[in-house]
């Protein structure tokens, strides 16, 4: 049973260029989240799935940031253009289910560094 | 919107004794979730405790148990019986049962286990 899975482990680049990250969530999990985290901050929502389809985006901070899922399971957030702010770490969850008591399991993240 | 607020960014304590890390929160909700989560180094949530507001009874898993006051819109974890793995950072987190499935995180508390 392979938990949550997140690659890379560690981005760095430079400013303006595109980064792609990538969420494997746990298999038969039909709810996926990715969230932000600044350094020494809580975890800010980016957007949640359901399926492969994202009914809330309301927490992507622009329109450089983007996000798919398919298959009902890889997903891939691709920030453009990056900007030196865009440094953080991103941790995908996924859940059974959404909503309600249900566990939201979290992977370790990948750590961006943007020069 | 929602808010979570942990006002203590950092705590500390001896081993073997007992620790409470404080939670409050801002709502107009009066159905929603509430849960604890861990943070160690490597970066990965996890799960320390849930609790349905609905239910007065206050939620305990083995040494980590809550005081959840819900007039007073309170959530504290108390850790007993402190153990060195027990250091981690601890995120309180909010969830409306209605909508959004989202998790409204803290800043954070960073609890250091002192031998």
């Known amino acids: 049973g392979a938990g949550v899975s997140q690659s890379p482990s560690n981005k760095v680049t430079e400013k303006g260029k595109d980064v792609e990250l990538r969420c494997d969530p746990i298999?038969?999990?039909?709810?996926l989240y990715w969230y932000r985290q600044r350094l020494g901050q809580g975890l800010e929502f980016l957007i949640y799935f359901q399926g492969n389809s994202a009914p809330d985006k309301s927490g992507l901070p622009s329109d450089r940031f983007s996000a798919e899922r398919t298959g009902e399971s890889v997903s891939t957030l691709t920030i453009q253009r990056t900007q030196q702010e865009d440094s953080a770490v991103y941790l995908c969850?996924?859940?059974?289910?959404?909503?309600?008591?249900?566990?939201?399991?979290f992977g370790a993240g990948t750590r961006l560094s943007v020069l | 919107a929602q808010t979570v607020t942990q006002s203590q960014p950092e705590m500390s304590v001896q081993e073997a004794e007992t620790v409470t890390l404080s939670c409050t929160y801002d709502?107009?909700?009066?159905?929603?979730?509430l849960f604890w989560y861990k943070q160690p180094p490597s970066r990965q949530m996890i799960l320390v405790i849930r609790?349905?507001?609905?239910?007065?009874q206050n939620a305990t898993e083995n040494r980590f148990s809550v005081n959840f006051q819900k007039a007073a819109k309170s959530f504290s974890l108390k850790i007993s019986d402190s153990q060195l793995g027990d250091a981690a950072m601890y995120f309180c987190?909010?969830?409306?049962?209605?909508?959004?499935?989202?998790?409204?995180f803290g800043q954070g508390t960073r609890l250091t286990i002192n031998p």
């Open positions: 298999s038969g999990h039909t709810a």
């Open positions: 969850a996924s859940s059974p289910l959404a909503g309600g008591l249900n566990i939201q399991y």
């Open positions: 609790q349905e507001a609905y239910k007065q």
């Open positions: 987190a909010y969830r409306s049962a209605q909508g959004a499935q989202k998790l409204v």
């Open positions: 709502t107009s909700e009066s159905d929603y979730y």
